[in-house]
């Protein structure tokens, strides 16, 4: 493995971004607490991990390679972006002041698909896919078995994720009495919302790389 250093520092650089990980995890945060955005992360932790298994075994060659397996990863992603995005801003369309009963088996509820949430937004964009597959040979010697080195770099970008939401999570817990007054939260869920449907609209419109 080359200039591993190198590698974390592009790969904190990355992953500070926002995309639709940031986006489901902010959204969850805000509108359930710490613990649907905790689950969220871990969801998403765990579709890397599959990334990090697929790339290792050679899996994500194959469906960049393959044009089909491509459209099908694409467009069941950003439908499913999409679908977040609407739910999002259906659920301010349909906002109303709930009892204190109401409030807390809504946000069971709630908790209950964030960690789905998050698992399936990055489970299924293949962009993930071509990001493992280009970006983690960059840092291999060429010519060399690259099944523990992809082993390493994905399990470190895993951690990585981790640690940013850890920190992102409670830095929107401490200004969450801004956040979570009824006001600001409708404004954010509605702009949440359109990001979302845009990045499903952009995540459809990505062409596979060859």
């Known amino acids: 493995m080359e200039n591993f250093y190198l590698f974390v520092i592009m790969c904190i650089l990355l992953i500070i971004l926002p995309g639709p990980d940031t986006a489901i995890t902010t959204r969850n945060t805000v509108t359930v607490g710490t613990t649907g955005g905790f689950k969220t992360m871990f969801g998403t932790c765990c579709a890397l991990l599959i990334h ?14 393959s044009a ?12 499913y972006l999409v679908y977040l995005g609407i739910k999002t801003l259906w659920g301010l369309k349909n906002k109303e002041v709930a009892a204190t ?27 993930v896919a071509v990001f493992f597959l280009t970006f983690l040979p960059q840092f291999v010697d060429h010519g060399t078995n690259t099944f523990l080195p992809f082993l390493i770099m994905g399990i470190t970008y895993t951690v990585l994720t ?49």
Do not use: D
Request: with cysteine.
């Open 101 to 127: 009963t109401e409030t807390t088996v809504k946000n069971k509820y709630e908790n209950q698909s964030c960690f789905k949430q998050g698992f399936l937004t990055n489970l299924l964009n293949p962009k």
């Open 68 to 79: 089909l397996l491509f459209s099908i990863f694409k467009y069941v992603g950003a439908v």
């Open 162 to 210: 981790l640690v940013w939401f850890v920190f992102y999570i409670y830095l929107l817990n401490q200004i969450s009495a801004f956040m979570k007054k009824p006001r600001t939260q409708a404004i954010f869920e509605g702009i949440t919302g359109a990001i979302l449907i845009g990045f499903g609209i952009k995540l459809a419109l990505e062409k596979a790389h060859n």
């Open 52 to 65: 990090t298994s697929a790339a290792v075994f050679g899996l994500s060659a194959i469906i960049v390679k």
